[in-house]
């Protein structure tokens, strides 16, 4: 791999898999550019771009449907384990850390973390619930962070001030929100009459609902409220509006958007999952398997190359079993670990 950097712009060049990625550490731009001639790499083998690190599985709030389980009993990385994470991080080339949790802002160290992530060279983000975002963590995030993501959970009223006052103070903004059954109504009716808080913030993001320790009665199973849905997100003008990738099934299903701005599940193939325990895994929707690798014993690298379960997760997302779809090559198969959350026509 070859580095080179011009003012907030990092060029990294892989001529063994011919491509190169352009990432500018100031807004957060990202691009994979292969050469000509070649096809777009399968994955980064050298190192996974993008790391998400779960620094605490501490949460006030315990919904039923989290998948981490977070409740107000959790425990938080030590800050050792994450040095050594971060140390790991930086050797193997990764660019960006997402914490997360639980609720990350409120790991005890937390501000020390996102200025440690930052001192390595590697952009932090993170995403919280709102909780616990005191004046000092909001000029960290602005001082350290790409950006920031705000989970929206019932009562949705309560996060009109807290949005507000993370774009008064300049920093930029996502909301996360999960489709899924009791949602889906009001989030076809934000898109179509739009809520006075989208002006604080930069983008919405959904999250396609994964049935991994809570009911698959929550998954959305009719196919005229997709449909409206899909529909109401193409016509809206009022914000940005993203799918994680999760979604991608729906999106090539429902929608008529540019394939460059497609990305599939990029699990051990861009991207891992670290729980604050240091098992580093595909996808941290995998946590309650045993797919992982332990960092206490191994290093990040070899368990991106070597571990069975990152080498086999790659083979089925590159093996899926949908050949036969004219969207195939889009999609990869959606989710391989949990295909039926795939929204598919």
């Known amino acids: 791999m070859q580095r080179k950097m011009d003012g907030d712009l990092i060029i990294r060049e892989y001529p063994e898999q011919h491509y190169k990625t352009l990432f500018n550490q100031r807004t957060g731009f990202f691009m994979r550019l292969e050469d000509d001639g070649y096809p777009e790499p399968f994955w980064a083998e050298e190192g996974p771009e993008l790391l998400d690190i779960s620094i605490t599985n501490y949460c006030e709030r315990g919904c039923k449907f989290c998948y981490r389980k977070a409740n107000p009993k959790g425990h938080h990385m030590s800050l050792e384990s994450l040095k050594h994470v971060i140390t790991q991080a930086k050797n193997a080339g990764v660019l960006q850390i997402a914490l997360g949790g639980g609720n990350p802002n409120q790991h005890p160290h937390f501000n020390d973390i996102l200025r440690m992530i930052r001192e390595a060279g590697i952009v932090p983000s993170y995403t919280t619930n709102g909780d616990g975002l005191s004046e000092d963590i909001l000029v960290a995030t602005k001082t350290y962070c790409g950006a920031m993501a705000v989970s929206l959970y019932e009562p949705y009223n309560e996060y009109d001030d807290i949005l507000e006052r993370i774009h008064s103070m300049g920093i930029k903004c996502n909301v996360h929100i999960i489709l899924k059954t009791d949602t889906i109504d009001m989030l076809t009716d934000w898109f179509t009459k739009p809520p006075h808080f989208f002006k604080w913030v930069n983008a919405i993001v959904i999250l396609c609902y ?124 959606g989710c391989v670990f949990i295909p039926e959350i795939n929204q598919c026509r």
């Not at 016509?235 to 940005?240: E, G, H, I, L």
């Not at 991608?248 to 051990?268: K, R, T, Y």
């Not at 050949?323 to 999609?331: G, H, T």
């Open 210 to 333: 994964k049935p991994i320790t809570s009911s698959s009665d929550l998954m959305i199973k009719d196919i005229q409220k997709l449909q409206r849905f899909y529909k109401a997100v193409s016509s809206c003008n009022a914000v940005k509006i993203g799918f994680d990738s999760c979604s991608v099934p729906g999106i090539v299903s429902w929608m008529d958007v540019n394939s460059a701005l497609i990305e599939s599940c990029e699990s051990a193939r861009f991207s891992a999952f670290i729980s604050e325990d240091l098992r580093m895994y595909p996808c941290s929707f995998m946590v309650n398997t045993n797919l992982f690798g332990d960092l206490q014993s191994q290093s990040l690298i070899d368990i991106w190359h070597n571990h069975p379960a990152f080498v086999a997760h790659r083979e089925r997302i590159k093996n899926n079993n949908c050949s036969a779809c004219k969207v195939q090559k889009l999609c990869n198969g």
